[in-house]
């Protein structure tokens, strides 16, 4: 898989990881994204779905109400906000088990929601501010992990 | 399938079961889809958001050649807000709205997902509240839906021998995505009259009403 970054990153450079990232992981795959709002979770499944072949990213929305944007891509991609889900059952009831079997990629934002529903292994990607010195607010943190 | 897709662009609503959905079609392919809550009440669910969610189904141009929308019975706030936009969008792009019966949809996506047999004719359930159920029988062929029964409001349990497609414990899931299964019931209805089937008074009206019955409502 993709090296994760070495250092801070600006939007451009989480745009061109996140680009990077949808071209090179394998196939199937689920990708949880954590981190606070407006940690830049929305702008990087963009990247990733523009990587992975989504013929106009901007239509990788933050989706509010929206609990699963599936958009056309090679093998399918679909978009997963739990933010406003209460549990697993919720998830459950909303189709996500048609979810991970018609998309090869899989993107899922605030999967704290359901961590048990994850396939594993999945990737983890926590975006964050970064810790002092740098106090540069458009900067973001990216800690990558594959769990299994 | 029963003839040919529906071509150009096609977009499909339902907001009969829990969520709305919606789906794009592409000459008879799906092409994009959303899951969508549906809230209650003004300014807490789906209604207000629905717009930017059809948007992005949309993608493109925006350009369309008709519009599906899941005539009911089920949730009144579901059907109002994907009705009331499948109905404005169809007027405003001036193409056809057609409607599906919801619990169809919801047969189809069973047949589909291999919970009920692609062939032959299954009992559709959705919760109708106050202990009662919306009932449909549809009959299926190789997945397809080609016939549906009048949709009658019964208790439980329901008079069946066949398989079943929702119930308390697993219910009934609508989505616009398996509209292409049930265009042999689609039927396309005149702008100006149609309306849902919501099968029942909304459930504050019927609160509202039972309060002034009991002398405890608001003017009583």
């Not at chain 1, 106009?56 to 599936?70: F, G, L």
Request: net charge negative.
């Amino acid at each position: 898989m993709l090296a994760p970054p070495t250092g801070p990153l600006d939007e451009s450079a989480l745009a061109a990881w996140g680009r990077a990232l949808g071209a090179a992981l394998p196939r199937p795959a689920v990708v949880a994204l954590s981190g606070p709002l407006g940690a830049g979770k929305t702008t990087l499944a963009r990247a990733i779905a523009t990587g992975a072949g989504v013929p106009d990213a901007r239509d990788v929305t933050s989706p509010t109400y929206a609990i699963v944007h599936e958009h056309a891509a090679p093998g399918g991609l679909a978009h997963v906000d739990l933010y406003r889900l209460a549990d697993a059952g919720a998830v459950l009831a909303a189709g996500w088990d048609g979810v991970l079997e018609r998309n090869a990629l899989v993107l899922v934002e605030w999967p704290e929601r359901a961590e048990a529903l994850l396939p594993r292994p999945y990737v983890q990607i926590r975006l964050d501010y970064p810790a002092p010195p740098v106090a540069d607010p458009t900067l973001r943190c990216l800690f990558v992990e594959v769990r299994r | 399938m029963t003839g040919p897709a529906w071509p150009g662009r096609t977009l499909a609503l339902d907001g009969a079961g829990a969520h709305i959905t919606v789906a794009r079609f592409d000459d008879g392919q799906l092409a994009a889809a959303a899951v969508a809550e549906r809230g209650q009440g003004p300014g807490a669910g789906a209604a207000e958001a629905l717009p930017a969610i059809v948007r992005s189904v949309l993608g493109g141009d925006g350009r369309l050649d008709r519009v599906i929308v899941g005539a009911g019975p089920g949730s009144f706030t579901g059907l109002r807000a994907a009705g009331a936009l499948a109905k404005g969008m169809a007027h405003a792009l001036d193409v056809p709205l057609l409607e599906v019966p919801s619990l169809a949809l919801a047969a189809a996506g069973a047949a589909m997902r291999g919970e009920v047999p692609p062939t032959g004719r299954v009992l559709v359930l959705l919760d109708a509240l106050r202990g009662e159920w919306f009932r449909q029988e549809v009959a299926l062929v190789d997945g397809d839906v080609v016939e549906v029964s009048a949709v009658r409001r019964v208790g439980w349990p329901p008079e069946w021998a066949g398989p079943v497609v929702g119930g308390p414990e697993a219910p009934a899931r609508p989505e616009a995505r398996h509209a292409e299964r049930c265009r042999a019931v689609a039927r396309e209805v005149a702008l100006r009259e149609w309306a849902p089937d919501y099968g029942r008074q909304a459930e504050a009206e019927v609160q509202w009403l039972a309060r002034q019955a009991a002398g405890t409502g608001a003017g009583a």
